[in-house]
């Protein structure tokens, strides 16, 4: 298996504009982890998905983060608009429900300006 | 929920030295406690972790204790070398699948 894969790797961005973030998870795996990481935040859980449906967003910080996976094999994270404040490395993770290690993406680096 | 604290934020050692993170937890269902790597710009990866039924797990040059009444447990890398340098996260599961980390600890390794 590739690994959990994420695009784009980085990506830059002006203020308001809408920002779409990919993960496809390790096959098999029915956890799917989104987090944000920052130096003044350390790593943050967004959302989790299990079974491709959403069981907690409360770390979602606003109305401006979306996320879905509408198959087992893919997820996207959007920010609408987007803010400098949502600078970050975003991370994707998954896991099994039988192993409790979590695998991660190699992360996007996002900058808003 | 669960509470992770971990300290210390950072550590500095000489090359061939032990290394010390520790970490407190606070919902006594934790029963997984896993410690990830992440190197500069790379992503978090899995080094070890331990389960609630035993106290104590090593590979090669690193271990992890665990105690369960004090509800804390701890990172050992002994011989410390350059490459160890990173940021190490600790993390403990609540008793679900979902694991709460801590802040991290960038270690420091020095020549």
């Known amino acids: 298996d590739a690994g959990v894969i994420q695009s784009p790797r980085h990506e830059v961005t002006e203020m308001g504009q809408e920002v779409t973030l990919r993960c496809k998870p390790i096959?098999?795996?029915?956890?799917l982890f989104w987090y944000r990481q920052t130096m003044m935040r350390g790593l943050e859980l967004l959302i989790y998905?299990?079974?491709?449906?959403?069981?907690?967003d409360s770390g979602m910080p606003e109305d401006r983060f979306s996320a879905k996976m509408p198959n087992a094999s893919f997820s996207t994270l959007k920010i609408q608009p987007s803010e400098p404040r949502d600078s970050a490395v975003y991370f994707c993770?998954?896991?099994?429900?039988?192993?409790?290690?979590?695998?991660f993406g190699p992360g996007t680096r996002l900058l808003v300006l | 929920g669960e509470n992770v604290e971990q300290h210390p934020s950072t550590l500095s050692v000489q090359e061939g030295d032990s290394a010390v993170i520790k970490c407190t937890y606070s919902?006594?269902?934790?029963?997984?406690f896993p410690w990830y790597k992440q190197e500069l710009g790379k992503r978090p990866q899995l080094i070890i972790d331990?389960?609630?039924?035993?106290g104590e797990k090593k590979d090669q040059r690193i271990a992890v204790t665990l105690n369960k009444t004090a509800k804390h447990f701890s990172l050992h890398i002994t011989e410390t070398q350059p490459e160890d340098s990173a940021v190490y996260f600790c993390?403990?599961?609540?008793?679900?699948?979902?694991?709460?980390f801590g802040r991290g600890t960038s270690l420091i390794v020095h020549p």
């Open positions: 993390a403990a599961n609540g008793g679900s699948y979902i694991p709460t």
């Open positions: 331990i389960r609630s039924n035993v």
């Open positions: 919902d006594s269902a934790s029963n997984y």
């Open positions: 998905f299990n079974n491709n449906v959403p069981i907690d």
């Open positions: 096959s098999g795996h029915d956890y």
């Open positions: 993770a998954s896991s099994s429900g039988t192993e409790e290690t979590q695998y």
